[in-house]
């Protein structure tokens, strides 16, 4: 690490940052509070939001489901529409990126539309996740519109390996199905429907596997 | 705290300490430490993050956070058994796993609280041998703050001060686990009044100033305490100093004065000690510098010429300096002319009122008051520390915060009420408000003033984020402040401007029955540092060291007569424009820079026959001088100053003076000896005991007694010498007597309803002193970036009608003076008031202001005739 | 033993989402009615404490003893229903909310009572969408019918109940991080005491329960605290939804009476280890719980106590089996990347520790490491245990250095099987290093 440049008047030995000569200058502006008239926030998320902010005791508790609303209407949790909420809610946007970069499902950076996280914890990773995962990001490279993920525990152990793809849970998956969910959304098809985990029954209503049931 | 007593054993020893007090603080004080991290009491409640504070308490398996513990009666707590060193050694090994290898580039090392925890608690070899994590470092957190991510241990202290102290939320953290890191929104600059103080407390390298990188080493530098003297909040500092310049300021720590924080203005506000634009010696005006016996006499010839027609304003003055000043032109130059405020300002009588310690609240009544009133000031921008303070009671002691002001202040958001009124209306204000509390019972519709022009209207607060409160319910200022058993009262010296307002203050104070209750009083923030020490010096019109009213006796045997009726700063003004006064003394002031008014003030300073000016910088006033002396800072200067609260404190001279630079004190008697009149006094102590016998309630004070924490002299026996308040109550209308000159005359000023012109809807103005409109923010190249420019502050619905848009630049005129201003729309400015900034270099709404409101006109600048 | 279902009885019919079908199948409700109309919350408590039932969602505490200590007062009073199942294994509550929404509800309605608390929040991990779109759903129809709002069935008592969705941090789970993350914050854990019950969320009285418990609420209040202890063993009363995954032929829910050997589960209701393959070990409380050798696990039985007693725990009831073909250290390395990823990074054992072990498995996984390198993980999950705020630290750690502990020849034969020379520099691989670029 070198010392920076410019000696002080006084001691030639000195290094002196120029902020003690001259003045750092900031290149962008601070942000606090903003006013609603300097975002431009869109009627209805503006609605949504206070609606959301008048279900609890302390407005503050909408901070994630209105960072929800935003994700929704951007695709992601863009500047200007956490400036946005910022403005509505009287946050600081500091505030509301603070919460969002925390968790998983909010993301402060661009992400495509469609959202397939793959779990790789495990129980998914004992019976293929990874190799679901890796035909996952094969299937969909290059591909802007989509956002291939490994994922910790989606609660879905039972379908195993499985994703979650736009929200829904699909599951047990073959490496060769990643494919064709991914033909399948860009053509506005159902995805897997055999494998949608709303379809599934019970574990014990299932037909118990015998002995030499599988070979 | 209840304050009882409890017995607790710890390593076998029996300490004392009280009851609900944290097992760290109770151990401290029986000299056992116990190393901490993110702990620190300044911030609030513990955390319990870092873990590294873990002790061992009989009867509990598990081992707890010392710092979160609250003491009971006999806890037995052990701090060196095997398993707490093992935690110990556990927690520093965990925080080293990620923390790079800067020591030795490092500005922290040598003052470093991981380094010593380490050493002592550490588990002196390094397991580690993965790669650790990574971040762009360092990278600017703001142009004065630098943060080495790499370096951070997360222990939340810079976080929790931005949202906790300071309440800008505007340093955060970002993302989650080992990938957290401290950061803004965006990578915006972190850019807020306060956010120097987190380098202060961050303890390892990762915040550090960029004013101080690589200057110095901890052994290659003194530490010298004295007290900041750029603003009324008088902070103890400590000034950081090598070679005998200062390098850096920091905070010392006075629960009583700042609470251990300081702004950024005292923080950064050193290198201006060098500047070129420092007076480094005597000159005088057109022949450049001269020597000490050329000036001195100059000034002194200067001075006798005037015959007696001579005044003088003081303004950045310690109070030996103000004492002296007072005595050079009462018995030397035998004239009563002197002032020590910007404008008008209340009488003797109320002056002396204001002084009886009943009356009076201390800083740290703050913390326990269960309402507060914030009226016709903006401590952010006046008195900084006190924001902090006022959000300290609200958030943690449950106070109730009322604020009553022009315009829109910082402390809102967490006010229950809010009343506006209109520019010049706070004694209309403070007549409704003593109504309101008059009334029994009956819920008041306050701060609908019905002048002209401004509308004020108690707005509902906004909502807070405190959850019990049902949101939309807006309550008044009296609401708020009635029933309450301790009030404390800040006010802005600015109200008392206008005639009236002292008195309504008063009305309101005996209204709430004020002097009857304990920890209850006004706190005055007043305009200049040293205001309250400088009126107590006897830098008034109308009454001499001591309050005292004024009378032959103290003008000793001086040549000239003495005479009673002593003018006030707009008097003095107005004097020397007619030439009824000849020659000026200006000690520590700006009037083309600070003071209302400032074509009257250019006019004046022309007229003037002799201009005698003292001054830490060449400004537009030396400019217009004859002769002018230089000034010592805070830095420099061997004196005490009063806090607005009472409390003396000590500057001490911590750097060498650059230059030519004598001690005011010695200057000001030489200045007396070459007008023919010795005082005997020539340096700091013996001006200090002249001062002290000069002033009643001041006697007995010595300067152990003020030490490094400063001693209010209201605690002491001397407090009963304060010349006791008139009987009879002071007229309500503000009509103060004319013996004496008071300064609240109102003058010969046209009344705002005739300056409406004609077409273009006119407005009403509101002036306030803008934190950073002056020349500490000039001179400083290091808070060059901060340097405000001219800002017109309008409400939306205003702005919608004269098709105004933020960043558009107008030019604001009244009566056929404009200044040019940046139009900043904002939401919660009142209709039909807008507001502009005092002391800005350019387009300084002092030059539109003229004694009393003002409407004005907005004109866009391009379609202002060239 | 065959299941024992009772908060998954007619679980498989899509009707009992409805009121209508909760109330024909299950006698949905009146239970609530009956609390509601002729009950005390004292009678309430009682009946739960009496019951015997521990919590469901890990911890394993008395839900009536943990209702019982909230303050009596006029102050406001909350009730938090976890449903931010997030543990790996644990799969559970997710069925419940997906197939008897309405059991859920009635649990809460009648808990309320219990604690006096006037607004309730379902906290749902955002992951469960779907599930969280049935609770929406389940929850206007039980406001429109009158069992949630404002005087409820005329009893002059309100009950507000929202849906929160989460948005994806296993530490939500723990009690104090749900409210913060409740309360809008980042989800950071809070010290104890103050414990929740006297100062929670928004800083009033606060109940939190798993959603399993609080499924079981109107059964107990229906049928009695000895109806309840009927079911399972003496310290382990009651029904269990026990969520079984891994190399089991069957995995999934099954709701079995507590104290059922461990064996019968997972061969007789999960099928067993896939054909041709043996189990090597398993968790039996998730992934938090130190892992069991088949000789020492299979033949306990499945309750609180018993894997209390073999040093391992019950948890949240879920049971990841892994076989002959599971590399516990990779499944160790797998383990500790879930926690190194979830830690929130509030204290340092925990965020530093999880980063630690993480980078230290790799490099043994990789073969980049001595068996003193095994003693060093070792030593740093004892020193993670025990020193952490919240219980996250310790999720890893024990699970870690049981399986350092219990399978170290397999660990030792990875790195020697790598067969590098140990005193070459290592270079971690990137996944470890730092934020986001």
Redesign the interface.
């Known amino acids: ?1 070198s ?2 440049d410019g000696a ?1 008047i ?2 030639p030995n ?4 120029p ?8 290149d ?5 509070i903003p ?4 975002v431009d926030c869109p009627p209805e998320m503006q609605e949504r939001i206070e609606a959301l902010m008048s279900r609890y ?4 508790s909408a901070s994630i489901p209105a960072l929800w609303a935003v994700q929704e209407r951007y695709g992601w949790c863009t ?1 200007e529409g ?1 400036r946005q909420a910022a403005a509505v809610m ?6 509301l ?2 919460v969002a ?3 998983d499902l909010l993301h402060t950076e661009p992400v495509g539309t469609h959202r397939i996280e793959v779990c790789t914890n495990i129980s998914c990773w004992m019976r293929g996740g990874d190799g679901l995962l890796d035909a996952f990001e094969a299937a969909a490279a290059g591909e802007d519109d989509f956002y291939v993920t490994g994922f910790e525990c989606l609660g879905a152990c039972d379908i195993a390996p499985m994703a979650s793809i736009d929200q829904r849970y699909y599951g047990p998956l073959e490496m060769a199905e990643a494919a064709t969910a991914i033909a399948q959304l860009k053509a506005g098809e159902e995805v897997l429907p055999e494998k949608a985990l709303d379809r599934r029954a019970l574990a014990g209503d299932v037909p118990h596997p015998g002995e030499g049931a599988d070979a | 705290m209840s304050g009882k007593e409890v017995t607790i054993v710890i390593d076998g020893r029996e300490i004392v300490a009280s009851e609900g007090e944290m097992l760290h603080d109770a151990a401290r004080k029986g000299d056992v430490e116990i190393p901490v991290f993110c702990y620190e009491p300044k911030l609030g409640d ?7 504070c ?1 002790v061992e308490i009989e009867g509990i398996p ?2 707890q ?1 010392s710092c ?1 513990t609250p003491v009971r009666d006999g806890m037995v707590v052990h701090t060196r058994t095997e398993q707490v060193k ?2 110990q050694s ?2 520093v ?3 080293l ?2 923390h790079p290898l ?1 020591c030795p ?1 490092c500005d922290k090392g040598g003052e470093c609280p991981l380094q010593d925890i380490t050493q002592g608690w550490g588990p002196g070899k390094s ?5 650790k ?3 762009p470092k360092p990278v ?1 957190l ?3 703050v630098a943060i080495d ?1 790499e370096r951070c ?2 222990c ?1 202290r810079c976080v929790r001060f931005s949202q906790e102290v300071t309440e ?14 401290v950061g ?9 009044p306060f956010h120097g103080n987190i380098t202060d407390i961050c303890p390892v390298g990762a915040l550090t100033n ?2 101080y ?3 110095a080493r901890p052994w290659d530098i003194e530490q010298a305490g004295s007290v900041c003297t750029l603003c009324p909040s008088q902070c103890n500092v400590s000034f950081t100093v090598r ?1 005998e ?1 200062v390098k850096r300021v920091i905070t010392r720590d006075n629960h009583e004065v700042d609470d251990g924080w300081i702004c950024d203005r005292g923080r950064y506000g050193f ?1 201006m000690f060098d500047a070129e634009e420092r007076v480094r010696g005597p000159h005088l005006r057109g022949d450049g510098a001269a020597d000490w016996e050329t000036a001195i006499g100059a000034a002194a010839a200067g001075l006798r010429a005037a015959g007696g027609k001579v005044a003088a304003i003081v303004g950045d003055a310690s109070n030996e300096e103000g004492y002296l000043v007072q005595r050079l032109l009462r018995e030397t130059l035998g004239s009563p002319h002197l002032d020590s405020r910007r404008s008008r300002g209340p009488a003797r009588e109320q002056i002396v009122r204001l002084a009886q310690p009943e009356l009076s609240a201390k800083v740290s009544d703050i913390d326990a008051a269960d309402a507060i009133l914030v009226l016709g000031t903006d401590p952010l921008h006046s008195s900084p520390i006190l924001d902090l303070r006022v959000r300290k009671a609200i958030r943690r002691g449950g106070a109730k915060l009322g604020v009553a002001t022009e315009r829109p202040t910082a402390l809102d ?1 967490g006010a229950e009420a809010i009343a506006r009124y209109a520019p010049g209306e706070a004694s209309g204000f403070l007549v409704e408000l003593t109504e309101a509390l008059t009334e029994v019972g009956a819920p008041s519709s306050l701060g609908t003033s019905s002048k002209e022009g401004g509308t004020a209207d108690a707005m509902g607060a ?2 807070s ?4 409160r049902s ?1 939309g319910a807006p309550t008044s200022v009296a609401d708020t402040l009635q029933g309450a058993e301790k009030v404390v009262i800040v006010w802005g010296e600015r109200i008392t401007r206008e005639r009236g307002a002292i008195e309504g203050l008063f009305e309101v104070a005996e209204a709430l029955g004020l002097a009857e209750k304990d920890g209850s009083g006004l706190l005055e923030i007043p305009d200049a540092t040293n205001a309250r020490g400088l009126r107590e010096a006897g830098c008034l019109p109308d009454a001499g060291p001591g309050l005292s009213e004024p009378n032959r006796s103290f003008y000793g045997s001086g040549p000239q007569k003495a005479r009673l009726d002593g003018k006030g700063t707009e008097e003095i003004r107005a004097a020397l424009e007619s030439g009824e006064l000849e020659a000026l003394i200006l000690f520590g002031v700006d009037p083309l820079r600070d003071f209302p008014d400032t074509p009257a003030w250019a006019r004046a300073l022309t007229a003037a026959k002799h201009v005698v000016t003292f001054s830490m910088f060449e400004t537009l006033t030396t400019a217009a001088s004859d002769v002018v002396f230089p000034l010592e800072t805070h830095a420099e200067k061997d004196g005490t100053v009063t806090h607005p609260d009472g409390h003396l404190q000590r500057v001490r001279p911590a750097a060498g003076r650059p230059g030519e630079i004598r001690s005011n004190i010695q200057v000001l008697s030489e200045l007396s000896a070459a007008l023919g009149h010795d005082t005997g006094i020539d340096s700091q102590p013996s001006a200090f005991a002249a001062l002290t016998e000069a002033i009643p309630f001041y006697s007995g004070i010595t300067d152990a007694d003020i030490g490094g924490r400063g001693i209010r002299w209201q605690d002491t026996p001397a407090a009963v010498r304060v010349p006791s308040a008139s009987a009879g109550a002071p007229s309500s209308l503000g009509t103060s007597s004319k013996e004496g000159g008071t300064a609240d005359a109102m003058g010969a000023l046209p009344s705002s309803s005739a300056k409406r012109s004609e077409g273009a809807p006119a407005l009403a103005l509101g002036t306030y002193r803008d934190l950073w409109a002056g020349p500490i923010t000039d001179l ?6 901060l340097r405000p420019s001219q800002r017109l502050e309008i409400a ?1 619905s205003d702005a919608e009608r004269l098709d105004l848009k ?1 960043g558009e630049k107008v030019s604001v005129s009244q009566n056929g003076t404009a200044v040019e201003a940046e139009v900043q ?3 919660r400015v009142p209709e039909g008031v807008v507001f502009l900034a005092e002391g800005t270099a350019e387009g300084n709404a002092n030059g539109l202001l003229n004694g009393g409101p003002v409407r004005v006109r907005i004109q866009k600048l391009s379609e202002v005739p060239a | 033993m065959p299941e024992q279902r009772v908060l998954l009885e007619h679980a498989d019919d899509p009707a009992l989402r409805t009121i209508d079908g909760y109330k024909r199948l299950a006698g949905g409700y009146a239970t609530m009615e009956r609390a509601y109309r002729e009950l005390e919350q004292d009678e309430v408590l009682s009946e739960l404490e009496d019951s015997g039932l521990r919590g469901r969602g890990g911890a394993g505490f008395s839900m009536g003893k943990k209702a019982s200590f909230l303050p009596r007062g006029e102050m ?1 009073k909350y009730l938090c229903c976890n449903a931010d199942e997030s543990e790996p294994g644990a799969f559970k509550d997710r069925e419940l909310m997906q197939r008897n929404p309405h059991q859920l509800i009635e649990g809460i309605a009648i808990a309320a009572l219990a604690a006096d608390a006037g607004h309730a929040f379902i906290f749902i991990r955002g992951e469960y969408a779907e599930q969280a779109d049935i609770l929406d759903a389940a929850v206007a129809a039980a406001y429109e019918a009158g069992y949630l709002g404002e005087n409820i069935l005329g009893t002059h008592r309100d009950l507000e109940l929202v849906v929160h969705r989460g948005a994806g ?1 296993y530490i939500c789970g723990e009690e104090t991080a749900l409210l913060d993350a409740l309360e809008g914050k ?1 989800g950071n854990p809070r ?1 104890k005491p103050p414990f929740p019950a006297v100062q929670g969320l ?3 009285p606060t109940l939190i329960n798993n959603v399993e418990t609080l499924a079981n609420v109107p059964h107990i209040v229906r049928h009695g605290a000895e109806w309840f202890k009927g079911f399972g063993t003496e310290q382990s009363p009651g029904t269990k939804v026990v969520s079984v995954s891994g190399g089991v032929r069957r995995p999934g829910n099954y709701e079995v009476e507590l104290g059922i050997p461990t064996r019968e589960l997972i061969y007789d209701l999960a099928g067993g280890p896939e054909h041709g393959h043996e189990i090597k070990a398993f968790y039996p409380g998730g992934s938090s719980s130190p892992v069991l050798t088949a000789a020492e696990g299979l033949d306990l039985p499945y309750s609180f106590e018993a894997m209390a007693e073999a040093g391992s725990m019950l948890g949240s009831g879920s049971i990841i089996v892994a076989d002959d073909r599971v590399s516990i250290p990779h499944m160790a390395l797998r383990t500790a990347r879930f926690y ?10 925990c ?6 072990t993480v ?2 498995l790799e ?1 043994v996984v990789r073969g980049e490491a001595t068996p003193m390198d095994l003693d ?1 993980i070792s030593s740093v999950q004892e ?2 245990m ?4 919240c219980v996250l630290g310790d999720s890893m750690a024990m699970p870690v250095s049981a399986m350092v502990r219990k399978f170290r020849d397999e660990f030792e034969q990875v790195i020697e099987d790598a067969g590098l020379d140990p005193h070459v ?4 691989p990137p996944e ?5 670029a």
């Open positions: 690490m010392p920076v002080g006084d001691n000195l290094p002196v940052d902020a003690v000569n001259e003045g750092r200058i900031p962008r502006d601070p942000q606090g006013e609603l008239h300097e005791p302390d407005r503050r500047p956490i009287r946050f600081t946007p500091a505030y990126e603070s970069s925390f968790y | 513990p955390v319990g993050a870092c873990r590294m873990l598990k081992l956070t979160s093992h935690a556990a927690v090994e965990f925080l796993v990620n800067d580039v397991r580690v041998i993965d790669e994590r990574h971040f600017e703001s142009p004065l991510r241990i997360l939340y800008d939320e505007q340093l955060q953290l970002l993302e989650r686990g080992d990938r957290s890191f803004t929104f965006d990578e915006r600059p972190y850019v807020a960029y004013t990188r690589f200057r070679d310049k290198e958001g906004l909502p984020s405190s959850a019990k949101e400083n190249p290091p808070l060059k970036f939306p933020s729309i904002k939401e | 406001a941090a980042r010290l928004y800083g009033g190194h990823h979830e830690s929130c990074g509030k204290c340092a054992p965020r530093e520790g999880t980063n630690w980078k230290m490099r060093i020193n993670i025990g020193h952490c705020l520099v290592v270079q971690a470890t290093m730092g934020a986001s």
